[in-house]
């Protein structure tokens, strides 16, 4: 067992370093690990559920780190209170299946699942996943201003 666990500890190191400095996103045991096309931000999905990540820039001004985790059976998106994002009417928060690099104004909504009005254009604060929705199936988490069909940015999950 002792073994098992030094060669996933080695297995996972070479991941994470490949995903750094490749590019790559791959599996592993059940975690997988992502790297940003600028390889500055790594995602990192565990066994836990967790995922981090920061929050790239579309059309408006959007800063800030974000957090994907479970608490009492709840799916949670947290969003740090290092965020900022330009005031605007009608921004929403949306799950995507579409990834941040792919996302736009035209197609944000598309399959998308709401997760509610943006509660203040700075700070921290949470959303919540319905029950009945598998984040699995989604790539991303964006703020969109629906009423004009303009994608402040988002992140990916």
């Given at each position: 067992m002792k073994a098992t666990n030094y060669i996933k500890t080695a297995a996972t190191s070479a991941v994470i370093y490949s995903a750094l400095?490749?590019?790559?996103?791959?599996?592993?045991?059940?975690?997988?690990y992502a790297a940003s096309p600028d390889n500055h931000t790594v995602t990192q999905v565990m066994a836990d559920k967790t995922v981090k990540g920061d929050f790239v820039r579309k059309n408006k001004?959007?800063?800030?780190?974000?957090?994907?985790?479970?608490?009492?059976?709840?799916?949670?998106?947290?969003?740090?209170?290092?965020?900022?994002?330009?005031?605007g009417p009608d921004l929403k928060v949306f799950l995507s299946p579409t990834s941040i690099d792919n996302a736009s104004g035209r197609n944000a909504t598309q399959g998308s699942v709401l997760l509610?009005?943006?509660?203040?254009?700075?700070?921290?604060?949470?959303?919540?996943?319905?029950?009945?929705?598998?984040?699995?199936?989604?790539?991303?988490?964006?703020?969109?201003?629906?009423?004009?069909?303009?994608?402040?940015?988002?992140?990916?999950?």
């Open positions: 400095t490749f590019g790559a996103v791959c599996t592993l045991a059940g975690n997988a001004t959007l800063k800030g780190s974000y957090d994907v985790f479970e608490r009492d059976g709840q799916t949670i998106i947290r969003f740090a209170d290092n965020f900022k994002a330009s005031n509610g009005f943006v509660k203040s254009n700075k700070g921290a604060q949470e959303y919540v996943v319905p029950a009945d929705v598998n984040i699995a199936n989604f790539n991303s988490v964006l703020i969109h201003c629906e009423k004009f069909s303009v994608l402040w940015g988002g992140g990916n999950i």
